[in-house]
Nanobody, 120 residues
Framework: QVQLVESGGGLVQPGGSLRLSCVAS????????MGWYRQAPGKQREWVAG???????KYAESVKGRFTISRDNVKNTVYLQMNSLKPEDTAVYYC??????????????WGQGTQVTVSS
């Protein structure tokens, strides 16, 4: 059974930074592309960033240059380093397994997510 557990969210001022973590179990983590998504209040969930099994990456235009996705295959963990945060980055952030690479479509059940709030 696949399980995804996100953590690392919180309240941060505009311009600040956070690092999110997602621990995956029940899959051969190193063989899977992984992605981060977010859902703001009243909006649909959107894809933010993805990383292939070869560690290649891609980003949504709205976060390019500010966010960095990475992975640790020993710890079965995917990270999202978020810098220069803006109020519009406020959302619940989720990770998921991607449907291949460089797809941005998810294929697993969603975890509980982690709340990121950017506010002064």
């Amino acid at each position: 059974q696949v399980q995804l557990v996100e953590s690392g969210g919180g309240l941060v001022q505009p311009g600040g930074s956070l690092r999110l973590s997602c621990v995956a179990s029940g899959i051969i983590f190193s063989s899977n592309a992984m992605g981060w998504y977010r859902q703001a209040p009243g909006k649909q969930r959107e894809w933010v960033a993805g990383i292939g099994s070869d560690r290649s990456t891609k980003y949504a235009e709205s976060v390019k240059g500010r966010f960095t996705i990475s992975r640790d295959n020993v710890k079965n963990t995917v990270y999202l380093q978020m810098n220069s945060l803006k109020p519009e980055d406020t959302a619940v952030y989720y990770c998921n397994i991607l449907r291949g690479w460089p797809s941005s479509s998810s294929r697993g059940a969603w975890g509980q997510g982690t709340q990121v709030t950017v506010s002064s």
